[in-house]
């Protein structure tokens, strides 16, 4: 399941931009932060591929998403513009960021690139 981030939960398993100047991810795994909109027609397409994700990558990668609507402050800190925005943040490099609704394959070919994580294949 991917779960929702409030910043204050943000601030606790992403990354703590209160505190901190420099980058300082908080995590335990890497993750992949999903910034969306309720009303944004991407976002709902790339919504269940990232369900998916969540399932198959279930203890080696966070799938969070972050609703720009409540979450204005989380969003204007990462300067979100456009959405669907796609935050890769691997474990002890700095993060990156994709635009836009990317097809599942794309997905999966980041998560191996950025994240650094490869799934058995069953």
Request: aromatic share 10%; proline share 6%; charged share 25%.
């Amino acid at each position: 399941m991917t779960e929702h981030l409030s910043k204050q939960t943000f601030l606790e398993k992403v990354f703590n931009y209160e505190q901190n100047k420099e980058w300082k991810f908080e995590g335990d795994k890497p993750c992949l932060i999903d910034f969306y909109a309720d009303w944004c027609g991407p976002c709902k397409m790339v919504a269940p591929v990232l369900e998916e994700l969540s399932e198959e990558y279930k203890d080696m990668v966070n799938i969070y998403k972050v609703n720009t609507e409540r979450e204005q402050e989380l969003a204007a800190a990462f300067g979100i513009q456009s959405i669907p925005s796609l935050l890769f943040v691997p474990m002890g490099e700095k993060p990156q960021m994709a635009m836009g609704a990317l097809p599942k394959q794309q997905l999966v070919d980041a998560i191996r690139d950025v994240l650094g994580v490869t799934k058995e294949v069953n």
